[in-house]
């Protein structure tokens, strides 16, 4: 099995720095004030595609060779890494097909297609994603970039603590959302070397808690179609995501659907960012388990600020 | 008349540094296709009380003498003012009293009193606010600061513009809302001696128009009680921000309330930062008078972002 290194991840920053953005470290003494730490968060929504996944993407796409390049690139996705893999093939100006659920925010296809890509759907359950993913990619030669269990992709998310570390004067913890894995992995992977005192903590829907169950398990454990607002957190670990969680996650702690709701509206009204759902995760987590965080230095990850302004989860029946 | 002067704006920077944020530029690609001029906007909506008054409140509040400031300070306001002085006497850690509409937005009213600031409310019209004012200032001793017509105040907005030229590289233009004309008068303050190629125009909601009527006509027009949803924006000039209006400003353009809320929504959307209908105004008529701006570097002051997530103009009947 293939693992990204220390040293992928410190050619993956060189390699996308000229395209992604250097996202900013935002503070909000209202919460600090609320959780009784000191919150600093890492404003990848503010990513020009918006979410963290233009990291992985941009560094697998860059990283093609031509002959590879001109048959472009392919991938099944709930949403972020399909509109950052088609944002990084616009880039470079080659083709991005995608496999996506039906289900997906309608923002997040519109988001898809603006930046060229093709989408197929599919029916929202992992096994139809998979086998509808396979005959997309037999068709076009696409080079498959998973949305996570690949080593560009994860070596792509460790450049966020990178920065996030070059950024601050030192983090106690780092919490980040966990669907695939694939930040968490990437934070491990850069953690590890860089700041192996620093915990990392990863957070997760109730109704999505297969990562939790792995990790209690001590072996991955998916679910088919689970149901939450997160809806960047529905897919299982892979085996390369399980390797960084299993070896250097501290914990991973879960929140309700009302308390993921909470967190984002307090995020969007005192931090005054727009983030997706499954970006309040670890806030919401945190909220719940105060007195563990109690006076650290805790990093948030922000990942992803891709919302259908029409249909937030605090304004229901709209 | 007491005028600001550029010294005055540089003094008011010293004294508040410590105080507020060096607020981030951000930028999007997205919105620069769309308008085809290169957007740089300054998001004072990330000050800690969510909005660029802080900066005029704070100059007021810390360059206050010991005598005056134990009995505090005292002002009406539409909202941001308001909870922008009770932050400041909050930090300073004297009172404040406030008269605010009883129309002003829950969540303004909230603010104020988490900052400990003490509201009295009046009817929504210039008339009954100031007759309000002339009662709690008599009661309490508390030194007057004007929402915009006040010396400290224009000197500490155009601290926002000294920044704002500080993080980029020129601007062609700066556009920013237009209310009272605190912020416009300390833009002009700053930028007549610090960048004076630099054009500066004002946007205004068309049902709220009295700077753009005051401008056409060379004298100052008030409306009383005008209705607009950029709530920011009612309050109508006084002598000193005509002094800088008339002086300084290149142009006032005016933006209906459908073109204010669509382009509320977009900065939503692509910028991915919670902003106020007030200021989404300079965007709105941007966006009608794209040929005028195009190619050029525009800066656009994002003034506030205290919005009542429960109540967003799209989501109707909410």
Redesign the interface.
């Known amino acids: 099995m293939n693992i990204p290194t220390y040293e992928d991840m410190l050619a993956a920053h060189e390699r996308i720095k000229p395209i992604i953005r250097r996202t ?1 470290v ?1 503070t ?3 919460l600090n004030d609320l959780t009784g730490c000191n919150l600093l968060f890492k404003c990848e ?2 990513q ?1 595609p ?1 979410a963290f996944k233009v990291r992985g993407a941009c560094n697998a796409v860059f990283g093609l060779d031509e002959a590879q390049a001109v048959k472009g690139v392919a991938t099944h996705s709930s949403g972020n890494h399909a509109s950052c893999l088609s944002y990084a093939a616009m880039k470079r100006g080659i083709p991005c097909n995608v496999v996506m659920p039906k289900t997906a925010p309608q ?1 997040k296809k519109d988001t898809v297609r ?1 930046y060229g890509g093709v989408i197929t759907e599919c029916e929202p359950s992992t096994t139809s994603r998979e086998a509808t993913f396979a005959e997309i990619q037999a068709a076009t030669g696409g080079d498959f970039v998973h949305p996570y269990n690949d080593p560009r992709v994860i070596a792509g998310q460790g450049t966020c603590s990178k920065e996030f570390m070059e950024q601050t004067d030192g983090l106690d913890v780092v919490m980040a959302p966990i669907g695939g894995g694939g930040m968490v992995s990437g934070t491990c992977l850069t953690l590890s070397t860089l700041a192996p005192e620093t915990q990392i903590i990863a957070a997760e829907p109730e109704q999505a808690d297969d990562a939790y169950r792995s990790f209690k398990e001590g072996h991955i454990i998916a679910d088919d179609a689970p149901k939450t607002i997160a809806d960047g957190l529905l897919v299982p670990l892979k085996e390369r995501t399980w390797h960084f969680v299993s070896k250097y996650v501290s914990d991973i702690l879960t929140a309700s659907e009302e308390e993921i709701i909470e967190a984002m ?1 307090l995020t ?2 005192h931090l ?4 997706e759902p499954s970006s309040a995760v670890p806030l919401a987590t945190l909220l719940k388990n105060k007195e563990r965080f109690a006076g650290k230095r805790v990093g948030i990850i922000i990942t992803g ?1 891709n919302v259908d ?2 249909k ?1 989860p ?2 229901k ?2």
Chains 1, 2 share one sequence.
């Open positions: 900013p935002r909000s003494d209202y929504n503010m020009e918006g923002a603006r509206k969007w009204k005054r960012v727009v983030m600020g302004l029409d937030l605090w304004t029946g709209v």
